[in-house]
């Protein structure tokens, strides 16, 4: 099974900024919508954001405004930009394909995710 591998988290004050990365390989970046997803403890995992490989972007209502999904097709990787993080953005979050049957049907696993805590 595939994993993804996700790195960027960390520490962060409220209000402050972090850049997530996920590499993928490049025979599923190239075709598949990609997913930022995060889990916080005692929650079921959630949704934040995908993107098209058409670049066509969508997003939690909790983190609109505020985070921002890209891809660079050179480098096959996808990044999760987050500002103005609050307390409840803490979680560990993962990266994977955006559809959950491709998911599936390719094998895609769920890496260890990358931890991020906001915290005074």
């Known amino acids: 099974q595939v994993q993804l591998v996700e790195s960027g988290g960390g520490l962060v004050q409220p209000g402050g900024s972090l850049r997530l990365s996920c590499a993928v390989p490049g025979s599923i970046f190239r075709i598949e919508a990609m997913g930022w997803y995060r889990q916080a403890p005692g929650k079921q995992r959630e949704l934040v954001a995908t993107i098209t490989t058409r670049d066509i972007t969508n997003y939690a209502d909790s983190v609109k405004g505020r985070f921002t999904i890209s891809r660079d097709n050179a480098k096959n990787t996808v990044y999760l930009q987050m500002n103005s993080l609050n307390a409840e953005d803490s979680a560990v979050y993962y990266c994977?394909?955006?559809?959950?049957?491709?998911?599936?049907?390719?094998?895609?696993?769920w890496g260890e995710g990358t931890q991020v805590t906001v915290s005074p």
């Open positions: 994977n394909l955006a559809s959950a049957p491709r998911r599936t049907r390719i094998g895609i696993g």
